[in-house]
């Protein structure tokens, strides 16, 4: 290393006169701040979210988060507009490993943005299967967990099986009331 170059941050090997993607570090639950601040400095931004239904005391609410938590992706000059980034408010950093900095292709990009909707959202649509043990989130039965037995297409309604004043019942529910009854923490009431 040349006696200039040191202290200096060493550039990414590929294509730094132009615009590349780079993987931001946000400050903890910030993304969308950070996101904002870039965009309004210019750059290009993409900040993946998910749209998932989790169940609460009201019964099951739809919750927006980002895909990659602490996670954003923008697109700069790296020589240019480092210290700027850096320096945006909601950034932390952006990532590097000593003195490399990864850039995020092109094509892995545009592999995201295909699976997301117009507003860089991934939805998770609630599919029960039969024999899928599912927890009520909402109405008369609100707490219990039962197992999923069919779908009733005609009905938008889901029989699932109860084990209810010490007997198995079968009830027909809405979809939108129900939850996977697992160990995603997403799932659990709160």
């Known amino acids: 290393m ?3 170059d040191v202290g200096a941050a060493a550039e990414p090997k590929r294509n730094m006169d132009g615009l590349n993607w780079f993987c931001i ?3 903890p639950k910030h993304e969308h701040i950070a996101a904002a601040h870039l965009k309004s400095a210019g750059h290009e931004v ?3 979210r998910i749209r998932y239904k989790k169940a609460t005391r009201r019964g099951p609410v739809w919750f927006n988060e980002a895909l990659f938590p602490n996670y954003v992706f923008a697109r700069f000059v790296w020589k240019d ?3 700027d980034v850096m320096h945006s ?6 990532i590097h490993f000593g003195e490399h900095w990864p850039i995020i292709t092109e094509t892995e990009i545009s592999c ?3 699976l997301a909707d117009d507003a860089h959202m991934f939805t998770v649509e609630e599919m029960f299967n039969p024999g899928e043990e599912v927890a009520i989130a909402g109405g008369s039965f609100n707490g219990l967990t039962g197992v999923v037995q069919k779908y009733l297409p005609s009905r938008q309604r889901v029989a699932i099986l109860l ?4 007997r ?3 009830v027909e529910i809405s979809p939108d009331q129900l939850v996977r009854s697992d160990c995603d923490p997403r799932s659990k009431v709160i």
């Open 168 to 170: 198995q019942t079968q």
């Open 46 to 48: 993409f900040l993946p």
């Open 112 to 114: 995201l943005r295909e």
């Open 163 to 166: 084990e209810f004043l010490g």
């Open 89 to 94: 408010r909601g950034v932390s950093t952006v």
């Open 2 to 4: 040349r006696d200039q």
């Open 81 to 83: 507009s480092l210290a």
């Open 25 to 27: 570090r946000s400050q």
